[in-house]
């Protein structure tokens, strides 16, 4: 498997992974290839990641957006959506995407990143839900947060980018 930023062509693939990952996910709206688009036709998608299988086909992707926490440009950032053709899921692919754009996001400086998402998954990359971070009309043990640069949390209300509310 090889992970690497996605490219102009890409686009159409990294849609189909995407509707393919969260086509049967209970609480998806199906709009998360629709978000990904909006994040990078708006200038918001900070970091775009591809898995590829050995035979080149994409297989996984990643997107990580800036967030503002009380307003305010703090350096964090928010992963989502992450997503891996069923097919190719349960085999470290999304850990392999996570794990790597965690670290290119550390290479930049990043202060730290968010995410909303299940609490057992995100917890071994070092995610944590009581961190003083709040997503509004989100319970709080399913927004999580991860330090990156920073020595601490930061408390206040996180905002992602206009394309999340499509």
Wanted: proline letters at 4%.
């Amino acid at each position: 498997m090889i992970i690497r930023p996605e490219g102009a062509a890409d686009h159409d693939a990294i849609h189909q992974v995407i509707s393919a990952a969260f086509k049967d996910v209970l609480h998806s709206d199906q709009s998360e290839p629709v978000l990904v688009h909006c994040l990078r036709e708006k200038g918001g998608l900070s970091l775009s990641l591809v898995a590829e299988d050995t035979t080149g086909a994409i297989i996984g992707h990643i997107a990580f957006s800036k967030v503002l926490i009380d307003g305010e440009d703090q350096g964090w950032f928010g992963l989502a959506p992450v997503s891996v053709v069923p097919t190719n899921q349960n085999q470290g692919v999304g850990s392999a995407l996570i794990k790597e754009g965690l670290s290119l996001l550390e290479k930049d400086g990043a202060m730290g990143c968010a995410l909303l998402g299940e609490p057992d998954y995100y917890r071994r990359f070092g995610f944590e839900s009581e961190t003083g971070l709040r997503l509004k009309n989100v319970p709080q043990e399913f927004f999580m947060a991860r330090l990156i640069k920073a020595i601490s949390f930061p408390e206040g209300t996180v905002t992602y980018h206009a394309a999340f509310g499509l």
